[in-house]
């Protein structure tokens, strides 16, 4: 009750949610009540989470903030919805996004923008920003985004949480609405460290039904950083990162931090000597994967059809009123990316860069055990800033991308306020399935 009070007072302005169960989720809130009375237990009984809209809950709309998935009821459950509910969860809604997930401000929805609960001018970050910005107003005490280029870290920055994007394969992607499926990432969003970490473990592990998911042992997260409390790190700080262009304010509070830390952990400066190519590598394999993942939304499977007599005519006009201008432009990049004659020169040529961006992390991790960066290189942005200017909005991912390219864990914490009262986050990087070292060092710094 107490969380739908919340959304009652808050969400008419900053339209963090595509839609809420509130009769279902008051009446699961009970039921969890019953359970906890009785001495059951489960690491997440009664806790109100919402799920972004690009992950599905059987029997719910999964709309991806897109039209042509508008009226689009999820057939399945996602597995990581199942590991949820089987914990106790209690789902409140399902949160904003850009359009498939493609965007770092959530003006992409075609529904209507979300806005940064701290300055409701400005954006939560994207493409997850709907669910960064429930947490940060506790609509919710947590919530699941994903992450293919920064999507949950650049917005937990933006609205000053905790977020997570887990190694690639930590978590099965089964029921997450492919994006680029070699990137994509479902991860937690957590008011604190410790939050984080119980969701991680509620979610992460082998699935059958994603054969990309590893069969890895997933420990005890909570335990391990309380554990770790007082262990000592030796972290590295990647030259090419703090050479880029940024806001001074969040390269001093960075700076601040890692001052700090020098008095309990030995702090190196390393080098990723291929990051300047990593945004631009990106954007040529995230669209190539996209405009394949894309193809079956052609008005015959579900979704979105638009009448006609013609099989061509109707895949076009389906297409061109489903698809935002976004959604279209990834599409025609990817197409053209993957054509014949151009896969060599682009694609095939994006994927050995995106070896050698891995490489550089791999060599890192031999002198280091985690990295410190910095999530975004400025504060969050007015909305309609960037919006006319695709590259502009695409170089807000600069710091996060390479982690995706890398299938590396990465986390967002938040570390303070700018001198405008905006959050500043910090990006903590690990070796693959090092979430533990990754949110010891979060826990440490909070
Ligand atoms: N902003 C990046 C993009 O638009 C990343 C999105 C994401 O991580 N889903 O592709």
């Not at 004659?341 to 050698?356: C, E, N």
Request: some cysteine; glycine content about 8%.
């Amino acid at each position: 009750e107490e969380t739908f009070n919340q959304i009652k007072r808050f969400d008419p302005e900053v339209k963090a949610f595509l839609h809420l169960f509130e009769e279902e989720a008051l009446s699961k809130a009970k039921e969890a009540d019953e359970k906890r009375k009785k001495g059951e237990k489960g690491s997440l009984l009664g806790i109100p989470l919402s799920i972004k809209d690009n992950i599905c809950i059987k029997g719910y709309p999964t709309t991806c903030a897109s039209k042509i998935l508008e009226n689009f009821i999820a057939p399945y459950e996602a597995t990581v919805v199942e590991k949820l509910k089987a914990e106790g969860a209690v789902l409140i809604g399902k949160t904003n996004l850009d359009e498939f997930a493609m965007g770092s401000s959530t003006e992409n929805s075609a529904f209507f923008p979300t806005r940064n609960p701290w300055d409701l001018e400005r954006v939560p970050g994207g493409s997850s920003g709907g669910s960064a910005a429930a947490v940060a107003v506790r609509m919710g005490l947590g919530s699941l985004g994903s992450d293919t280029g920064g999507s949950i870290r650049q917005p937990a920055a933006f609205c000053g949480v905790v977020g997570l994007k887990p190694t690639y394969g930590l978590v099965s992607r089964y029921g997450l609405v492919a994006f680029a499926s070699s990137l994509d990432q479902i991860g937690p969003f957590g008011l604190t460290v410790e939050d984080t970490a119980i969701l991680l473990k509620a979610i992460a592990g082998k699935d059958e039904k994603d054969s990309t998911s590893a069969a890895v042992s997933i420990p005890d997260y909570l335990q391990v950083i309380h554990q770790n409390e007082k262990t000592k790190f030796t972290i590295g700080l990647p030259k090419e990162y703090l050479q880029t262009e940024m806001d001074p304010e969040i390269k001093q509070k960075i700076e601040e931090v890692v001052n700090l830390l020098r008095k309990t952990h030995e702090i190196k400066e390393v080098s990723l000597p291929h990051t300047p190519y990593a945004v631009a590598t990106y954007y040529i394999i995230a669209p190539a994967e996209a405009s394949s993942n894309l193809a079956r939304y052609d008005g015959v499977k579900y979704g979105l059809r638009v009448e006609s007599t013609n099989l061509i005519d109707m895949y076009k006009k389906t297409r061109a009123k489903g698809f935002g201008k976004e959604v279209k432009r990834r599409i025609m990049i990817g197409t053209y990316a993957l054509s014949a004659g151009y896969y060599d020169a682009f694609y095939l040529k994006a994927s050995k860069v995106r070896t050698l961006i891995l490489r550089d992390f791999l060599e890192a991790f031999k002198q280091v055990d985690l990295l410190i960066t910095p999530v975004t290189p400025t504060p969050p942005f007015k909305i309609g800033e960037k919006i006319t200017d695709p590259l502009q909005m695409y170089l807000s991912d600069i710091f996060t991308i390479p982690v995706n390219l890398a299938g590396l864990p990465g986390i967002s914490l938040p570390i303070g306020l700018n001198s405008e009262g905006l959050p500043i986050g910090l990006q903590i990087i690990g070796p693959h399935f090092r979430e533990d070292l990754l949110l010891s060092l979060a826990y440490q710094i909070e």
